[in-house]
């Protein structure tokens, strides 16, 4: 039994989001003109106003030249220093916390660079078993810079027998003093599952460890108090939940605590160095106490030039209203997957305590080719959502942009293809 379309038509009239200052792809199949995009956890949708925002950036380079870096609309050189402001919101972060530079991997080795720092049995480095590949990689190649083997140094952590989600107090559990860095997924990209960052992280810092997070799945997607929480690293990218187009920098958070220790090692470039003395071409950089510090080259402005418009949209809707418009998509899912799924090999993985994760719902598929099921879900039902290996696809209403009418036809397109 699915739910009635008419009630998901009368919920978004009533609570509409700003679906129009998006653009919609086209369905690729379906009897509907738009897409039920429900992939925003993977590449979030164009923002209306990042087209002019791009062609102004062209215009500039056109008519200024080099002289752009100064006079441009919106300056090249300190445009990565604006973004860091709403960027800093988002994550409830310090403005000289935050800077926008590189990718989200790139920038995990250049933190890893300054608090990955083995020392004699304190080595190890604790990260989920389901890590996002990349991360695991990450840290493997990081204890080989060390001249560690990663099969011991690298602690992976696997959640109970029967159970998708890792629970709190093993992951505490799991920090001994021989843990000397922390790197977990504050919400998981497979799951969906929120991890209680707080907790952890003063957890890991009792035991001894620095505690990092990586935010891909959770920046723009619930709300964070990085700050307050004491993290001493996080890194996210922009592309995702946070709508800023393919291939988008990334921005990393160094915690005040941290800020202008000269211990703290760190890769240096010259865009690293004080701004007011950069072009004194001085042999000996002098880095700054914020986390522009970091920073190693010059910024990508064209791949910056959507952030501005994108991450505006998280200022005038405020993550307090996105986070609860969120909750209520996801809770209208949950319930129509429910109710299809009754004689249907279909099993919700993520949490179901809005707590306790965010705006994507994973869901099992058992005994089905998933790459196959989203292919048709796109092709004869016009619904995008994505599917990992072996059998998980996940579902993720935006509250940004996404309808109840888009989680209505993915449940019945799933209704109709399982
Ligand atoms: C998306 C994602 C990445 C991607 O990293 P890039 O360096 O931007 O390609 C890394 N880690 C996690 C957890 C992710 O979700």
Request: hydrophobic share 40%.
């Amino acid at each position: 039994m699915t739910l009635d379309e008419s009630d998901a038509v009368r919920r978004d009239a009533d609570d509409p989001g700003r679906r129009s200052m998006f653009l919609v792809p086209p369905a690729a199949g379906g009897r509907y003109e738009e897409s039920a995009y429900l992939v925003g956890n993977s590449l979030g949708l164009q923002p209306r106003a990042v087209r002019d925002e791009m062609l102004a950036h062209l215009d500039d380079w056109a008519t200024l030249g080099v002289e752009g870096h100064v006079e441009a609309h919106d300056p090249w050189e300190n445009l990565p220093q604006r973004l860091a402001l709403p960027s800093a919101r988002i994550v409830g972060a310090r403005p000289e916390e935050t800077v926008v530079m590189n990718t989200l991997t790139v920038n995990l080795h250049l933190l890893m660079v300054s608090f990955y720092r083995p020392s004699g049995a304190r080595h190890k480095i604790v990260i989920e078993d389901a890590a996002f590949p990349s991360d695991s990689y990450a840290v493997r190649s990081q204890a080989v810079l060390h001249g560690l083997d990663p099969e011991t140094a690298v602690v992976r952590l696997r959640p109970r027998d029967g159970e998708d989600v890792l629970r709190t107090e093993d992951v505490i559990a799991a920090i001994t003093d021989e843990v000397a860095l922390v790197l977990l997924a504050g919400v998981h990209y497979l799951t969906g599952a929120r991890c209680d960052i707080p907790a952890i992280t003063a957890a890991g810092h009792a035991a001894g460890a620095v505690v990092g997070w990586d935010l891909a799945h959770a920046a723009g997607n619930v709300e964070l108090r990085l700050h307050d929480w004491d993290v001493d690293f996080a890194a996210w990218c922009n592309y995702k939940f946070l709508n800023s187009g393919p291939g988008s920098p990334g921005s990393a958070f160094v915690h005040t605590r941290h800020l202008g220790d000269p211990s703290i090692m760190r890769l240096d470039g010259w865009w690293g160095t004080e701004a007011a003395t950069r072009f004194d071409m001085a042999p000996v950089s002098r880095p700054p106490a914020t986390a522009d510090a970091w920073q190693i080259s010059t910024p990508q402005t064209l791949a910056l030039a959507p952030m501005t418009s994108a991450l505006q949209l998280f200022d005038e809707a405020g993550l307090p209203e996105l986070r609860a418009r969120s909750r209520r998509l996801t809770d209208y899912l949950i319930e129509a997957l429910d109710a299809i799924s009754p004689g249907r090999p279909l099993e919700i993985i993520t949490p179901r305590e809005p707590e306790r994760r965010g705006a994507q719902i994973s869901v099992r598929v058992h005994g089905q080719d998933v790459g196959q099921l989203a292919k048709r879900l796109r092709f004869e039902h016009g619904v995008l959502v994505d599917s990992r290996k072996p059998d998980v696809i996940r579902l993720t209403p935006v509250p940004l942009y996404s309808s109840y009418h888009d989680c209505w036809r993915a449940s019945a397109a799933l209704a109709a293809l399982c």
